[in-house]
């Protein structure tokens, strides 16, 4: 078994791990931080798939920015409250479905699949180059997304003055 | 290592943040899971990216564009749980039901 096969299977059993620590850990705190070891493992694997800003990327946005953001909330809102909140009864349904979803897609993939071995990075530069130039208008598209997502979560999560309209 | 193993190990991510939406009740677990599934279609995205033929940067670029995205959603998604909280004190998904039939 070559090193980088042992890697993946050693990030591998990280990301499952942690992803299923989070669909069934009780506790939320602990759900939000087994989602930042996923993640996390998810950033190894795009260092072994050659993509060095996307592993970069990764852990910053989702690492550094997103997982705080979930903590915040979790903080702002009640915590003792998630901690006696059951899954649905319907739990073994869910569980049915997530299997029929996976054995249909490793059907469909192991079926499909070209035997592709030889994997190829793209230097940062030719990634700079091909955002700004060829993906330049969704670029700007995608960073007004944001500013809309920033106003509308500000205009729907800050407190509303006495008597002011709804 | 191939291209079916990072896809498979993307199938089972998915999988696993399928079972979560549908399972979990806290509008917060549920968006977690969310996270998970969207997780899983970069690193498809991106094995593509890697495993095609010749190099090209397309699959890194909208994996790019996945996790802005992704970012705008969050803060979203929290500023509502954050108000819907506030409003009824629970953050339970199956309380919020005016709009059923």
């Known amino acids: ?26 506790n939320v705190v602990y759900a939000a931080l ?35 953001v979930i903590l915040f909330v979790i903080m702002l809102t009640r915590v ?34 070209p035997d592709e071995t030889v994997r190829r990075g793209v230097s940062f530069s030719r990634l700079g180059d091909s955002l700004f130039a060829q993906w330049a208008v969704p670029f700007e598209v995608a960073s007004l997304v944001l500013l809309v997502a920033l106003i509308g979560a500000i205009v729907i999560a800050r407190e509303r003055e006495e008597g002011e309209e709804e | 290592m191939t291209l079916l193993h990072f896809q498979l190990l993307g199938a089972a991510l998915f999988s696993i943040g399928v079972y979560g939406v549908l399972a979990r009740r806290s509008a917060v677990l549920i968006l977690l899971a ?26 890194q670029i909208i994996a790019i564009f996945v996790i802005t995205v992704a970012a705008a959603e969050v803060g979203l998604a929290m500023a509502i749980i954050l108000r819907l909280f506030r409003d009824r004190g629970s953050v339970d998904l199956d309380e919020v039901d005016l709009m059923k039939g």
């Open chain 2, 34 to 59: 969310l996270e998970l599934m969207l997780n899983a279609v970069n690193v498809n995205l991106i094995a593509y990216a890697a495993y095609g033929t010749p190099a090209d940067s397309t699959g």
């Open chain 1, 34 to 68: 087994l989602l930042l070891v996923t993640l996390m493992g998810v950033a190894g694997l795009y260092l072994l798939l050659l993509a060095e800003f996307l592993a970069l990327v990764q852990v910053l946005i989702y690492g550094g920015a997103i997982t705080i």
């Open chain 1, 1 to 26: 078994m070559s090193l980088s096969l042992a890697v993946f299977y050693l990030l591998s059993a990280v990301c499952l791990a942690g992803a299923i620590g989070v669909v069934v850990s009780r």
């Open chain 1, 80 to 113: 003792h409250e998630f901690r006696a909140m059951r899954d649905n009864p319907q739990w073994p349904l869910a569980l049915v479905t997530a299997l029929g979803v996976f054995a249909l897609l490793a059907i469909a993939l192991v079926n499909g699949a």
